[in-house]
């Protein structure tokens, strides 16, 4: 059977993917990963190398007990999963004076849902640019707050932050110290925040903002959606959190409130011990989990555009519209269909996924929906279970981090098959509905 672009397309994102997982897994078997002569079990090594592929966090071992090795292969595999492997394939080539064939731009274009074959080389050069110059930048920053504020050696100070540069632009929440982003200056919080913020609004809304400034032209309503509920959901979110453990709990502290709820939506890094945080807090982290970054990002979730779209349709059915208004254009009814069926198989995702924790690993009912939403939403936070995880456990995980990097719909759309457009029409009938 032969398979269209759109299929083709689908099927090389999920095996470039998987393939990346599969030789990070064998390279993380190497003995000397490890200090001494022990190796990390296949397990450990498959999740520790989904969970860098997937750019989500969660981890089985700490990166601060691998070595230089083992650490630098996590490092490198953050970095090709954060970019994208088919992305980086394509921007490395680009770069190099080559060209896409057509067969192969036509591929590319499928995958990213938005830009036609004409801009995708224009878009891939931007991509390896806008990496280098955050990561650069973001080093820059941190090497002299890691040496002087947080007063480590000159050379770990260079690792650190060469480290976290990488991990926080890749939305990766990965951390090389012991106690993650606990401890350091605040300086050091908001420069790791303002990195995973950055890698987070997603190269389409950038390439946008940079065509618009070139040939002053107006925004596209994407991505003025994009930045409004990325401001609304940091505001908004940091305020929640800081007045919930102001007057319900232990209180925190406005840097730390802010890194949290930046955090939240796919980065995983955290500043504060979660399991001091209210359970009312605990639930605001699962909602913006699951929310996630923007479309086209090293973030992961549903996207927050997804559940911009909600929003905006239950707006205009309680107002009696029937179409869906954003910025002066109207939106096309499947694409606010689509963020209904995205947000309904979340929810039903991390419901299965929670019961099936429970299943599998002594736990409770919170622990379970916490981890869930952080390994669908690519988050990578984590609260403390007094039972290590099983191994059938962290298989279960393993699935989800690989779904919520390579994305729903991207499954959706090589599983289904071809449209079909029928010429039938059929005699309109509603259903009631209470």
């Not at 995958?111 to 004409?118: E, G, H, K, L």
């Not at 420069?191 to 190269?203: D, E, K, T």
């Not at 981890?371 to 298989?395: D, F, Q, W």
């Not at 090589?414 to 509603?430: I, Q, V």
Request: proline letters at 3%.
């Amino acid at each position: 059977m032969k398979l269209s672009a759109v299929k083709v397309s689908q099927l090389f994102f999920i095996i470039s993917f998987a393939g990346a997982i599969a030789v990070g897994t064998m390279l993380l078997r190497i003995p000397f990963c490890l200090p001494g002569e022990s190796a990390l079990s296949w397990v450990d090594a498959a999740f520790t190398a989904t969970s860098a592929v997937c750019v989500t966090g969660l981890l089985t071992v700490q990166i601060c007990d691998l070595s230089w090795l083992g650490q630098l292969i996590v490092l490198l595999l953050i970095q090709l999963g954060g970019l994208g492997v088919m992305a980086l394939t394509a921007s490395i080539l680009v770069m190099l004076g080559g060209h896409l064939s057509y067969g192969g731009t036509l591929i590319m274009s499928t995958v990213t849902d938005r830009f036609s074959m004409q801009g995708l080389e224009n878009l891939f050069r931007l991509v390896l640019k806008y990496t280098v110059i955050c990561e650069g930048a973001g080093f820059m920053i941190l090497f002299p707050l890691f040496w002087l504020a947080d007063g480590f050696v000159w050379y770990q100070a260079l690792w650190h932050a060469l480290f976290h540069a990488v991990s926080a632009f890749c939305n990766a929440g990965i951390s090389s110290l012991p106690s993650g982003m606990m401890g350091v200056s605040g300086c050091t919080k908001l420069a790791v925040a303002l990195l995973f913020i950055c890698g987070g609004l997603g190269v389409y809304v950038v390439y946008d903002i940079l065509v618009a400034r070139r040939k002053h032209l107006q925004l596209h309503a994407q991505t003025r959606l994009i930045l409004s509920w990325t401001a609304a959901l940091l505001v908004g979110g940091t305020v929640l959190l800081w007045g919930i453990q102001r007057f319900f709990g232990t209180p925190l502290g406005w840097v730390d409130a802010f890194f949290q709820s930046a955090a939240c939506r796919t980065a995983g890094f955290n500043s504060v011990s979660l399991d001091a945080l209210n359970a009312s807090s605990i639930l605001v982290m699962v909602c913006l989990m699951l929310i996630g970054a923007a479309p086209g990002s090293t973030g992961g979730g549903m996207k927050l555009t997804t559940v911009a779209l909600v929003v905006a349709g239950l707006y205009s059915t309680f107002k009696g519209a029937d179409r869906v208004i954003l910025y002066k254009r109207m939106i096309p009814p499947e694409n606010v269909l689509k963020a209904f069926v995205l947000l309904v198989t979340y929810i039903f995702l991390v419901a299965g996924g929670t019961i099936l924790l429970c299943m599998l690993t002594p736990c409770d009912l919170g622990w379970a929906l916490f981890e869930s939403a952080s390994a669908l939403g690519t988050v990578g936070l984590s609260l403390e279970n007094p039972v290590p995880l099983t191994a059938v456990g962290k298989c279960l995980l393993i699935g989800f981090m690989f779904l919520g990097r390579v994305g729903i719909f991207t499954f959706f759309l090589f599983l289904l098959g071809r449209e079909r457009r029928s010429r039938l029409t059929y005699p309109e009938e509603r259903i009631i509905m209470n």
